[in-house]
């Protein structure tokens, strides 16, 4: 397994930005896909988006499309949330995950098979 670690959370105001990120270390992080999901009080995990073994792909929810954007960088074992024009719904505990299979994209939680310990996004109106 790979031992996943988010950061880069905080408190926002509506409008503003900011980046996650989330460092790997164990398995070999180049050879899976990896993905972000987010959970908000009393809600199911959702999915955020996700990007290939590359980076050359990546895939939305239709809440992040044209406001998130997904990157990595494989020689830091690192994937990147930027997340723009945040609105107070996004508010969640954002986690990244790693797929269980080496070419599966993990759109949903069932496909993870590595979580990291989430980190909170809030953002106030």
């Known amino acids: 397994q790979v031992q996943l670690v988010e950061s880069g959370g905080g408190l926002v105001q509506a409008g503003g930005s900011l980046r996650l990120s989330c460092a790997a270390s164990?398995?070999?992080?180049?050879?899976?896909?990896m993905g972000w999901f987010r959970q908000a009080p009393g809600k199911e995990r959702e999915f955020v988006g996700a990007i290939n073994l590359s980076g050359a792909n990546t895939y939305y929810a239709y809440s992040a499309k044209g406001r998130f954007t997904i990157s990595r960088d494989n020689a830091k074992n690192t994937v990147y949330l930027q997340m723009n024009s945040l609105k107070p719904e996004d508010t969640a505990i954002y986690y990244c995950?790693?797929?269980?299979?080496?070419?599966?994209?993990?759109?949903?939680?069932?496909?993870?098979?590595?979580w990291g310990q989430g980190t909170q996004v809030t953002v106030s109106s």
């Open positions: 164990g398995r070999t992080f180049a050879t899976y896909p």
């Open positions: 995950g790693a797929s269980r299979e080496k070419f599966v994209i993990p759109n949903s939680p069932t496909a993870v098979d590595s």
